[in-house]
Protein backbone atom coordinates (compact mmCIF):
# COMPACT_ATOMS: atom_id res chain seq x y z
CA UNK A 1 0.00 0.00 0.00
CA UNK A 2 1.31 3.20 -0.97
CA UNK A 3 0.44 7.00 1.01
CA UNK A 4 0.54 10.56 -0.74
CA UNK A 5 3.63 12.41 1.21
CA UNK A 6 2.32 15.97 2.08
CA UNK A 7 4.32 19.01 2.27
CA UNK A 8 4.39 21.80 5.25
CA UNK A 9 2.61 24.28 2.75
CA UNK A 10 -0.33 21.85 2.32
CA UNK A 11 1.04 20.42 -1.52
CA UNK A 12 1.48 16.74 -2.27
CA UNK A 13 5.30 16.50 -2.61
CA UNK A 14 5.19 14.59 -5.49
CA UNK A 15 6.34 11.06 -4.05
CA UNK A 16 4.67 8.53 -2.12
CA UNK A 17 5.77 6.17 0.60
CA UNK A 18 5.52 2.46 0.82
CA UNK A 19 3.47 1.03 4.18
CA UNK A 20 2.82 -1.88 5.86
CA UNK A 21 0.07 -3.27 4.69
CA UNK A 22 -0.60 -5.74 7.68
CA UNK A 23 -1.22 -2.63 9.21
CA UNK A 24 -2.89 0.32 6.85
CA UNK A 25 -4.63 -2.32 5.09
CA UNK A 26 -5.89 -4.69 7.56
CA UNK A 27 -9.36 -4.80 8.14
CA UNK A 28 -10.26 -2.91 11.20
CA UNK A 29 -11.46 -4.86 14.48
CA UNK A 30 -14.22 -2.97 16.22
CA UNK A 31 -14.03 -5.02 19.31
CA UNK A 32 -10.90 -4.72 20.03
CA UNK A 33 -10.99 -0.86 19.70
CA UNK A 34 -13.62 -0.58 21.46
CA UNK A 35 -11.68 -2.77 24.20
CA UNK A 36 -8.68 -0.60 24.28
CA UNK A 37 -10.92 3.12 24.40
CA UNK A 38 -12.85 1.41 27.10
CA UNK A 39 -9.70 0.30 29.59
CA UNK A 40 -8.00 3.55 29.33
CA UNK A 41 -10.96 5.25 29.93
CA UNK A 42 -11.79 2.85 32.66
CA UNK A 43 -8.39 3.03 34.11
CA UNK A 44 -8.40 6.94 34.17
CA UNK A 45 -10.91 6.87 36.70
CA UNK A 46 -9.28 7.94 40.30
CA UNK A 47 -12.43 5.46 42.22
CA UNK A 48 -11.95 7.85 44.86
CA UNK A 49 -15.59 8.65 46.36
CA UNK A 50 -16.27 7.23 49.38
CA UNK A 51 -19.52 7.61 51.63
CA UNK A 52 -19.10 6.66 56.03
CA UNK A 53 -21.07 3.85 57.13
CA UNK A 54 -22.20 3.56 60.84
CA UNK A 55 -18.68 2.67 62.16
CA UNK A 56 -17.28 5.99 60.33
CA UNK A 57 -19.81 8.65 61.63
CA UNK A 58 -18.48 10.18 64.77
CA UNK A 59 -21.07 10.18 67.97
CA UNK A 60 -23.72 7.91 68.87
CA UNK A 61 -21.82 6.23 71.46
CA UNK A 62 -24.84 6.25 73.52
CA UNK A 63 -28.24 4.56 73.54
CA UNK A 64 -31.24 6.87 72.44
CA UNK A 65 -33.25 5.53 75.11
CA UNK A 66 -34.11 2.54 77.09
CA UNK A 67 -34.31 -1.10 75.10
CA UNK A 68 -38.46 -1.74 76.27
CA UNK A 69 -41.13 0.51 77.85
CA UNK A 70 -41.45 3.30 75.59
CA UNK A 71 -43.54 1.40 73.04
CA UNK A 72 -41.00 2.46 69.85
CA UNK A 73 -38.70 0.70 68.56
CA UNK A 74 -35.46 -0.50 69.53
CA UNK A 75 -32.30 1.83 68.97
CA UNK A 76 -28.95 1.35 69.95
CA UNK A 77 -27.29 4.54 68.27
CA UNK A 78 -28.43 7.76 66.41
CA UNK A 79 -25.65 6.88 63.75
CA UNK A 80 -28.31 3.91 62.29
CA UNK A 81 -28.60 4.40 58.48
CA UNK A 82 -32.21 4.87 59.63
CA UNK A 83 -31.29 7.70 61.29
CA UNK A 84 -30.77 11.13 60.07
CA UNK A 85 -27.25 12.05 60.06
CA UNK A 86 -26.62 8.53 60.32
CA UNK A 87 -24.32 6.17 57.81
CA UNK A 88 -24.91 4.90 54.71
CA UNK A 89 -25.92 1.59 53.69
CA UNK A 90 -23.41 0.26 50.99
CA UNK A 91 -22.32 3.73 49.64
CA UNK A 92 -19.08 3.63 47.43
CA UNK A 93 -15.90 2.96 48.90
CA UNK A 94 -12.15 4.23 47.65
CA UNK A 95 -11.27 1.02 44.66
CA UNK A 96 -9.41 0.47 41.82
CA UNK A 97 -11.25 0.34 38.72
CA UNK A 98 -7.86 -0.46 36.89
CA UNK A 99 -8.20 -3.55 34.70
CA UNK A 100 -5.24 -4.56 31.85
CA UNK A 101 -6.01 -6.06 28.31
CA UNK A 102 -3.77 -8.60 26.94
CA UNK A 103 -0.21 -7.26 24.62
CA UNK A 104 -2.45 -8.97 21.55
CA UNK A 105 -5.69 -6.97 21.96
CA UNK A 106 -3.81 -3.78 22.29
CA UNK A 107 -1.58 -4.50 19.71
CA UNK A 108 -4.34 -5.11 16.97
CA UNK A 109 -6.83 -1.91 18.42
CA UNK A 110 -3.69 0.07 17.34
CA UNK A 111 -3.40 -1.64 14.07
CA UNK A 112 -7.40 -1.54 13.58
CA UNK A 113 -7.23 2.17 14.48
CA UNK A 114 -4.69 3.02 12.22
CA UNK A 115 -6.34 1.17 8.90
CA UNK A 116 -9.65 2.66 9.94
CA UNK A 117 -7.89 5.83 9.87
CA UNK A 118 -6.20 5.21 6.65
CA UNK A 119 -9.03 3.62 5.03
CA UNK A 120 -11.37 6.50 5.62
CA UNK A 121 -9.04 9.47 4.19
CA UNK A 122 -8.03 10.39 7.72
CA UNK A 123 -5.13 10.50 7.73
CA UNK A 124 -1.80 11.89 5.95
CA UNK A 125 2.08 11.32 6.01
CA UNK A 126 3.96 14.66 6.30
CA UNK A 127 7.23 14.91 5.13
CA UNK A 128 9.81 15.29 7.70
CA UNK A 129 10.29 18.98 9.12
CA UNK A 130 11.26 21.21 11.68
CA UNK A 131 10.79 24.47 13.14
CA UNK A 132 13.43 27.86 13.69
CA UNK A 133 11.98 27.87 16.99
CA UNK A 134 9.35 27.09 19.63
CA UNK A 135 7.16 29.15 18.94
CA UNK A 136 2.99 29.01 18.30
CA UNK A 137 2.79 30.42 14.81
CA UNK A 138 4.94 28.56 13.31
CA UNK A 139 3.33 25.35 13.94
CA UNK A 140 -0.26 27.45 13.35
CA UNK A 141 0.61 28.43 10.01
CA UNK A 142 1.51 24.19 8.87
CA UNK A 143 -2.25 23.67 10.29
CA UNK A 144 -3.60 26.61 8.08
CA UNK A 145 -1.84 25.78 5.35
CA UNK A 146 -3.01 22.22 5.54
CA UNK A 147 -6.77 23.09 6.43
CA UNK A 148 -6.20 21.74 9.25
CA UNK A 149 -7.27 24.58 11.55
CA UNK A 150 -10.51 23.08 12.62
CA UNK A 151 -11.24 19.68 13.85
CA UNK A 152 -9.20 17.48 16.30
CA UNK A 153 -5.64 16.62 14.91
CA UNK A 154 -3.35 14.37 16.37
CA UNK A 155 0.62 14.92 14.67
CA UNK A 156 2.43 12.03 15.47
CA UNK A 157 6.36 11.86 15.52
CA UNK A 158 8.92 9.55 15.23
CA UNK A 159 10.86 11.08 18.44
CA UNK A 160 10.82 13.44 21.27
CA UNK A 161 11.11 17.13 20.24
CA UNK A 162 10.47 19.32 22.62
CA UNK A 163 10.28 22.52 20.37
CA UNK A 164 7.51 21.05 18.49
CA UNK A 165 5.95 20.14 21.82
CA UNK A 166 6.07 23.83 23.25
CA UNK A 167 5.33 25.88 19.98
CA UNK A 168 2.09 23.02 19.67
CA UNK A 169 0.62 22.65 22.82
CA UNK A 170 -1.24 26.38 22.86
CA UNK A 171 -3.16 25.22 19.35
CA UNK A 172 -7.06 24.48 20.12
CA UNK A 173 -7.36 20.38 18.94
CA UNK A 174 -3.92 20.25 18.03
CA UNK A 175 -1.75 17.48 19.84
CA UNK A 176 1.61 16.31 19.02
CA UNK A 177 2.70 12.64 20.43
CA UNK A 178 5.43 10.13 19.73
CA UNK A 179 3.95 7.54 17.28
CA UNK A 180 4.85 4.84 19.75
CA UNK A 181 3.42 6.31 22.97
CA UNK A 182 -0.07 6.87 21.05
CA UNK A 183 -2.77 4.98 22.10
CA UNK A 184 -6.04 3.38 20.37
CA UNK A 185 -7.92 6.32 22.12
CA UNK A 186 -5.54 8.60 21.00
CA UNK A 187 -5.91 7.74 17.44
CA UNK A 188 -9.63 7.64 17.22
CA UNK A 189 -9.99 10.33 19.10
CA UNK A 190 -9.18 12.91 16.16
CA UNK A 191 -10.81 13.77 13.02
CA UNK A 192 -7.15 13.96 11.34
CA UNK A 193 -4.39 11.38 11.76
CA UNK A 194 -1.15 13.59 10.68
CA UNK A 195 2.28 11.33 10.74
CA UNK A 196 5.54 12.49 10.11
CA UNK A 197 7.48 10.66 7.30
CA UNK A 198 9.92 8.89 9.90
CA UNK A 199 7.15 8.20 12.52
CA UNK A 200 5.71 5.77 9.87
CA UNK A 201 8.60 3.46 10.10
CA UNK A 202 8.62 3.89 13.64
CA UNK A 203 5.01 2.98 13.61
CA UNK A 204 5.42 -0.31 11.89
CA UNK A 205 8.72 -1.34 13.71
CA UNK A 206 6.44 -1.20 17.28
CA UNK A 207 3.72 -3.04 16.13
CA UNK A 208 5.19 -5.97 13.83
CA UNK A 209 8.01 -6.61 15.48
Known amino acids: MELQVYKIDGELAGRSIEVADEIFAATPHEHAVYQAIQAQLTNARQGNAATKTRTMVSGGGRKPWKQKGRGTARAGTTRSPIWRGGGIIHGPQPHSFSYD ?98 AVKKLEGSLLS
Open 101 to 198: LPKKVKRLARISALASKAGNDQLKVLEDFSIPEAKTRHVSKIMIDMGLDKGRTLMLISEYNSELLLASRNIKNFKVQVATNASTYDIMNCETLLVAES
